[in-house]
């Protein structure tokens, strides 16, 4: 079984950063990636990143790899969602997850383990 946590969201002023952490416990041998992926008040869950189990390899998609990027701390088995330049759209829940296959990362049902997510609200 594997635990995934998130925390680090709260209210900013456009313009701001926050980094959001991603905890993962339990039997992490299995992974091969986690995502970051988030839900805007009456949208679908969209995927803003992952990051290798390793940390090697890191895929921000277009729409946010400017100001986006995802960092992993080996040591601490945990993940992080750096965020910079935010903006209101960005405002929303923001999950982690972590899964143990090799197909695509962008697809939420690829995902086998999920945290309860963390709301990031962006003031104009």
């Known amino acids: 079984q594997v635990h995934v946590v998130e925390s680090g969201g709260r209210w900013v002023q456009a313009g701001g950063s926050l980094r959001l952490s991603c905890e993962i416990t339990?039997?992490?041998?299995?992974?091969?990636?986690v995502g970051w992926f988030r839900q805007p008040p009456g949208t679908e869950r969209e995927f803003v990143g992952r990051?290798?189990?390793?940390?090697?390899?890191?895929y921000v998609p277009d729409s946010v790899k400017d100001r986006f990027t995802i960092i992993r701390d080996n040591a601490k088995d945990t993940v992080y969602l750096q965020m910079n330049d935010l903006r209101p759209e960005d405002t929303g829940i923001y999950h982690c997850?972590?899964?143990?296959?090799?197909?695509?990362?962008?697809?939420?049902?690829?995902?086998?383990?999920w945290g309860q997510g963390t709301q990031v609200t962006v003031s104009s």
């Open positions: 997850a972590a899964k143990r296959g090799r197909n695509s990362s962008e697809n939420p049902e690829n995902y086998d383990w």
């Open positions: 990051i290798t189990w390793t940390g090697d390899f890191v």
């Open positions: 339990g039997r992490t041998d299995s992974l091969t990636a």
